[in-house]
């Protein structure tokens, strides 16, 4: 394989004509001489000026007449090379453009931004013009003789810096979209350098007819760029496209490297990827680590030689996207690479072990943190005094390592060994003062305070901060906003019931400050307020969040107005109390304010969008589904695209509707979403909580087939790579119980068991797991294994931080219920007096209420015993005392209830041929006890359990009419009439709605 040309990119691109390949050598000595003997015939600029009365005779001073004078020059110099008719330019017109170009680099008051950069690829584009125009009618030879071609690459290079400052310029300013940047979007100037390669369609590679010899240095400026642009999928798509190209051009001619992407288009290229944090984001990195691999084993050519920067890249990938543990062993795995290429990298440095430690701190692993001070303790072995100095030893740390470090400390809210490295780097900067604490290290200080909302000691470490920059000479040490806005924040999230009136202190003092200073900059913006804000909301004190973002409204200054994080704020704050129809409407006010041209569309995205629609899928509302619904068309119209929080807001508005095809809905949210994905919208691939959304949507159904599709999408998580979560594994455990296979409960539950025993401690099985299993073996009339369920969620209690409450054991009870065995009402009574003599040692609430009882005596009903009537009114005076020695909101749990009457009448009438006159007694209290409660309901229209629903009261009468008909009481018929009366009466009682309990 061919060996890489070296063009000379050494020296700086405009400051030295000399380094330029000479086009026409005569004419260009002329030009610079003709300018070299105008300089030289200029009179010397300062001469003292002698004093005249009419000093106002000049029209402006002469060192701006000689620019404005210059400019004007210029000006006419591009716009007669413009004008050149196609197929007219000579070599002494080339070398003009070259010496512009120059020009605009080494002078950029020549012409403004924006219009600078347009201009420089105007004069190329003129060139190119004019070699495709002769390509067909010049053979190539001559042409490259006559235009002097190729050009040298460093002016190519000028331009492309020129043009990539200016793109970071306005990515800066947040809008480094398509249709801001139109012909200067980094994919459009990839088909200019396409074209003055030679690689372009209209061009033919080979013929001599491009403005440049080939290089993989322009494609690597490109990549780079790309890397400002606001969308992240865009991004890598268009690096993609880039590199393909690439990769293309190089199978056509493999015998010239310089067409093959390089070491340094595949690090853009893992950069990009790792970048846009997107879930394959890692995998596409580890594939091109792959690659140049294989390139460098089949070549061996320095182009395809594994260097840090590449490692590093696969690093931050995975540290972004991958599972805490694969990212903490991958990036181990990698940095032993790293250390191997000391020696081999010339390249290396401090900064390749920085980026190290950000990975580390990024990725979510309990270790992360001190496997980045590991790498800082061996680089601070080379501060030693006497540390030998080898290739073999990491370079030596600089403050920045020490805030990196200490940040990731700060992110795991381990404040003390934040504030033992902190003291740690103040030792040594006594030695050595290129590490006394930087900013950064004190940044990472105060926000790690800020972390854990110890709001005094972030204030004291900003004092600190201020107090050393005054001693190292600085005076505006105390107005770095990023340092007060991290007091401001720590007492924003602190809890502190005076943290607003801490907040509005600190502006105060703020305020004082730029007064006295006489400082009318951006100090104390938007941002500062939202602080003040973000208490309010967080504290939920929407009255004084809602006068707060009045005060911002009313401002003249557009620096305090309200901006995209001030109305997010809003959003939020609605968002807390469950008031989704005060959300949307600041949404809406965002909306007009931005369409209105008042404000920004800086941060305004999807997040905006998404609050909202989870204030919907968490409303009680009747249409909540269908607003939540709107919001998302809504987003779609506006040209934001949704991303997996949207669609996951919106299934779950649907998955908990009460409309009756909430599954066909979700469903088809489902499918687009997926289908989506598939066509490479990585940022809608469906996570756990997508699949966890469709789940509870098919187990709120009632057909068997929505209740066995569960199985189905749980294989389907396995193919999509989705891991399974302790909340899907408790929704599928839900969908077995509602099928009556409690065998497979058990099954999942071994599973998630498993699972964690092995090591996944998100994995630790919850109550709602426990209870689960509980409802699936008493639905199925297993009392035994429902006893054994319970035995076992009291003793994990501890271990895993379970609780158990009434309805636990009532399961068991329940199971009881549901038997036909002989000894079921026997051995209900017994779990019933265990229960409560449990509920008198134990700290969680067990005590036995009306369904425990219920439960016991439906099971006593069910039995068909003699004494079943008689056990069961047993039951249900006790069940009266303890209801009367309930007092207030919870005395309903206790009083007897439609379930209670049903079952207890059941039990007396089917021990009829034994109890004779004295069940009719029992029956004649029931009914008086149930007139008593109709009687209260119709006269304080109170939500008791009297009034619940219409159809419980029908239900009742109807089923104690059917057991007295086919009892054998001698004045059943005396007794069906009363019966008949209180159900008339129950029938006039008004129904309430279901929500009153």
């Keep these: 394989m061919a060996p890489p040309s070296s063009p000379g990119v050494g020296t700086t691109f405009g400051r030295n004509h000399a380094s330029l390949q000479p086009i026409c050598p005569s004419q260009q000595q002329r030009w610079l001489a003709s300018t070299t003997n105008q300089r030289q015939n200029r009179k010397p600029h300062k001469q003292p000026r002698q004093a005249t009365t009419n000093s106002s ?18 000006m006419q110099r591009k716009n007669h090379f413009l004008s050149i008719p196609l197929g007219s330019l000579q070599p002494y017109d080339v070398e003009q453009v070259i010496v512009m170009i120059g020009n605009l680099r080494t002078h950029p008051r020549l012409v403004p931004l924006p219009n600078r950069v347009p201009i420089m690829w105007e004069l190329l584009d003129r060139l190119d013009r004019e070699v495709m125009m002769l390509t067909t009618s010049e053979p190539g030879a001559n042409l490259q003789r006559r235009l002097r071609l190729p050009l040298d690459y460093i002016v190519l290079r000028g331009v492309l810096l020129s043009w990539r400052d200016h793109v970071f310029a306005v990515a800066n300013a947040g809008s480094a979209t398509k249709e801001v940047l139109g012909d200067l979007h980094p994919m459009a100037v990839l088909s200019k350098v396409d074209r003055y390669l030679g690689f372009a369609a209209t061009s033919s590679p080979g013929s001599g007819a491009a403005l440049f010899e080939p290089s993989v240095h322009p494609y690597s400026i490109i990549l780079h760029t790309l890397g400002q642009m606001n969308d992240r999928q865009e991004r890598v798509q268009n690096g993609q496209e880039l590199v393909e190209g690439m990769m293309e051009r190089s199978r056509n001619n493999p015998q010239n490297v310089l067409l093959h992407p390089s070491n340094s288009i595949v690090y853009g290229m893992m950069t990009l990827w790792a970048q846009s944090k997107l879930p394959e984001s890692s995998q596409k990195a580890e594939e091109w680590l792959e690659k140049m691999q294989t ?36 990036i181990n795995e990698l940095l032993v690479e790293l250390k191997n290429l000391r020696g081999v990298d010339p390249n290396q440095d401090s900064i390749h072990y920085n980026r190290v430690c950000n990975a580390f701190a990024a990725c979510h692993h309990p270790e992360a ?30 403050t920045y390592t020490f805030s990196i470090v200490m940040s990731a400390y700060g992110r795991m809210a381990r404040i003390d060994d934040v504030v033992k490295l902190f003291k740690y780097l103040e030792g040594l900067s006594q030695e050595d003062p290129s590490l006394t604490p930087s900013t950064h290290c004190y940044l990472s200080l105060i926000w790690a305070y800020a972390k854990v909302n110890d709001a005094a000691n972030t204030e004291a470490a900003l004092m600190q901060m201020i107090q050393a920059k005054s001693e190292r000479g600085n005076p505006t040490g105390d107005l770095d906003t990023g340092a007060w806005n991290a007091v401001l924040q720590s007492w924003a999230d602190s809890g502190d019931p005076n943290a607003t009136e801490n907040i509005a202190l600190i502006i105060q003092r703020l305020q004082t400050i730029c007064e006295k200073r006489g400082i009318k900059g951006d100090v104390l913006t938007a941002v500062t307020y939202n602080k003040l804000l973000r208490s309010h909301v967080k504290q939920r004190n929407l009255v004084e969040a809602q006068k707060t973002f009045r005060w911002m409204q009313e401002q003249s200054n557009v620096n305090v107005k309200p901006d995209c994080e001030t109305y997010k704020l809003m959003i939020l704050a609605f968002n807390y109390v469950k008031e989704a129809e005060k959300s949307e409407y600041y949404l809406e006010e965002l909306i007009k304010e931005i369409q209105s041209g008042s404000m920004k569309k800086v941060q305004f995205d999807h997040d905006h969008f998404d609050i909202v629609i989870g204030a919907w899928a968490k409303s009680n509302d009747p249409k909540a589904a269908e607003r939540a619904t709107s919001v ?25 509707s009460s409309n009756r095809n909430h599954v066909k809905i979700v469903d088809r949210i489902f499918q687009r979403m997926l289908k989506q994905w598939e066509e490479g919208k990585q940022f809608i691939k469906p996570n756990d909580y997508t699949f966890h959304g469709v789940l509870f949507a098919l187990s709120r159904s009632k057909d068997p087939a929505d209740l066995a599709a569960g199985s189905m999408l749980a294989k389907q998580m396995d193919a999509t790579g989705v891991p399974k979560t302790t909340n899907i594994y408790n929704t599928l455990m839900t969908l077995e119980s509602r099928r009556h296979r409690p065998d497979r409960v058990e099954l999942l539950f071994e599973e998630l068991k498993t699972k964690y025993e092995a090591g996944d401690s998100s994995l630790q099985p919850s109550t709602e797991a426990f209870i689960t299993r509980l409802k699936a ?13 319970l035995r076992e969620l009291i003793a994990n209690a501890n271990d895993f931080g379970l609780e158990y409450r009434t309805e636990d054991f009532n399961c068991v009870l329940q199971a009881w219920s549901r038997t036909q065995r002989g000894d079921a009402g026997e051995k209900a009574e017994s779990g019933l007096h265990q229960m409560v003599e449990f509920s008198k040692q134990n700290t969680f609430d067990c005590r036995p209420d009306s369904s425990s009882y219920n439960a016991v005596i439906l099971a006593h009903s069910n039995t068909g ?5 008689e056990r069961s009114f047993a039951l249900f005076k006790d069940l009266k005392a303890v209801a009367a020695q309930q007092i207030g ?25 034994r109890l004779q006159s004295s069940g009719e007694d029992m029956l004649w209290e029931i009914f008086s006890d149930i007139e008593s409660g109709l009687d209260r309901s119709l006269s304080t229209a109170d939500s008791d359990h009297f009034v619940r629903f219409n159809r419980s009261n029908h239900s009742l009468f109807t089923k104690i009419t059917y057991e007295l008909e086919v009892s054998s009481f001698p004045n059943k018929e005396t007794l069906l009439t009363e019966c008949r009366r209180l159900e008339d009466m129950a029938s006039s009682i008004v129904e309430l709605p279901s929500s009153g309990r």
């Design 295 to 330: 390139w460098w084993d089949q070549t061996h050519h320095e182009n395809y030689q594994l260097n840090s920067n590449i490692l590093v890249a696969v690093m931050e990938a995975h540290s972004h996207v991958s599972h805490g543990t694969l990212a903490f062993d991958r």
């Design 889 to 913: 909101e919870e005395k309903w749990r206790f009083e007897p209830n439609f379930a209670t009457y049903g079952s207890l009448v059941a039990a007396i009438c089917r021990s009829s041929k």
């Design 865 to 869: 015993m003699e004494t079943s009537g």
């Design 57 to 74: 005779s000049r029209s402006q001073p002469r060192s701006k007449a000689r620019s404005t004078d210059y400019v004007q020059h210029w």
């Design 369 to 398: 943190a001190d496997a980045a001070r590991a790498i800082l303790d061996e680089m601070c072995e080379s501060l030693k005094p006497n540390a030998p100095q080898s290739e073999n030893c990491l370079p030596k740390p600089t």
């Design 777 to 789: 073996w008493s639905r199925a009339g297993n009392p035994e294994m429902a006893s054994k369920v």
């Design 632 to 656: 998302f068309e809504r987003m779609e119209q506006l040209g934001i695209a949704p991303c997996v929080v949207s669609y996951n807001s919106l299934i779950w508005a649907w998955a908990r």
